[in-house]
């Protein structure tokens, strides 16, 4: 059975970091091992939650008491999202050392949680910088927003050609496989939005339909849905099918209940059986 170990955020109500990933990767059939680095009662959207930060050397403890169990080598992929600071980060991308020693076959893949267009940047200082300079170079695959892709090949992207330069140069720091996420290109419609996937040199996109649904956690299920897919098929242009396909369905039922959470429960046979499939057109 694979077995992914996912250190994120988690929260007590709805659905973000791990409350957002590791359902739909049970879901799939994967063995999940939560590690979490933060426990709040809900997101921080609300303006008002409770709860505590971990602090790296909590993520430290917890890998080892896994390793402890003799099951690292079990590990297939190590996942990985928003960081409250650089001490987080750095015992993150130490577990993906552990892990690769006893696995070698192990991938980790990095969702590089920075900011998004409307909000700018808003990780703590450093973030940025670990994130470039640390966390991506390790990582095999990495699902930044299309934001976080210009910060991190430190251009401004605006036609379909550019935003190819800038995956280069993102896979240029390390990571083989790219997942651009809500990607609006010159040639994208208005009412659409587009998601590229990339690896060894092809570029392969999905374009669906634009909702007018704004909820926190999506990202972090298309990363999770992604790699499961991704560590299923060693295709990206399946993954991006695959995982696209899901979290459209899941998107769809959450603004048809007006939801302010995702519908993460409701929906999950989006995740095992898509309602809708969208053509995968290499670029």
Not at 146 to 173: C, I, M, N, P, W
């Amino acid at each position: 059975m694979t077995a992914v170990l996912s250190i994120q955020s988690h929260v007590t109500y709805g659905h973000v970091g791990n409350s957002s990933a590791v359902f739909p990767l049970q879901r799939l059939g994967i063995e999940v091992w939560p590690v979490h680095t933060v426990q709040f009662s809900n997101h921080t959207g609300y303006g008002e939650w409770t709860g505590r930060v971990y602090d790296g050397q909590s993520i430290d403890e917890l890998v080892q008491g896994v390793a402890d169990r003799g099951v690292l080598g079990r590990c297939d992929a190590v996942l990985s999202g928003y960081l409250g600071s650089a001490d987080i980060g750095h015992a993150v991308v130490g577990a993906v050392t552990r892990v690769r020693a006893v696995s070698p076959q192990a991938v980790y893949c990095c969702d590089p949680v920075i900011g998004d267009v409307g909000r700018g940047v808003f990780v703590r200082p450093g973030i940025e910088e670990f994130m470039r300079e640390v966390a991506v170079p390790a990582a095999d695959l990495v699902t930044p927003n299309h934001y976080e892709l210009d910060l991190l090949s430190g251009t401004t992207t605006r036609s379909l050609s550019s935003v190819k330069d800038a995956v280069a140069a993102v896979q240029a720091l390390g990571p083989a496989v790219v997942l651009t996420t809500s990607l609006v290109a010159e040639d994208t419609p208005d009412d659409a939005v587009d998601l590229l996937a990339s690896a060894g040199g092809r570029h392969f996109r999905v374009r669906t339909p634009r909702l007018g649904v704004a909820v926190n956690g999506a990202g972090d299920a298309i990363a999770a849905l992604f790699l499961a897919h991704w560590l299923d098929t060693r295709s990206a242009a399946e993954a991006l099918a695959r995982a696209s396909a899901s979290v459209f369905g899941l998107l769809a039922r959450t603004e048809a209940a007006g939801s302010r959470e995702i519908l993460l429960v409701e929906a999950q046979q989006e995740f095992v059986s898509p309602t809708r499939a969208f053509e995968v057109e290499e670029v």
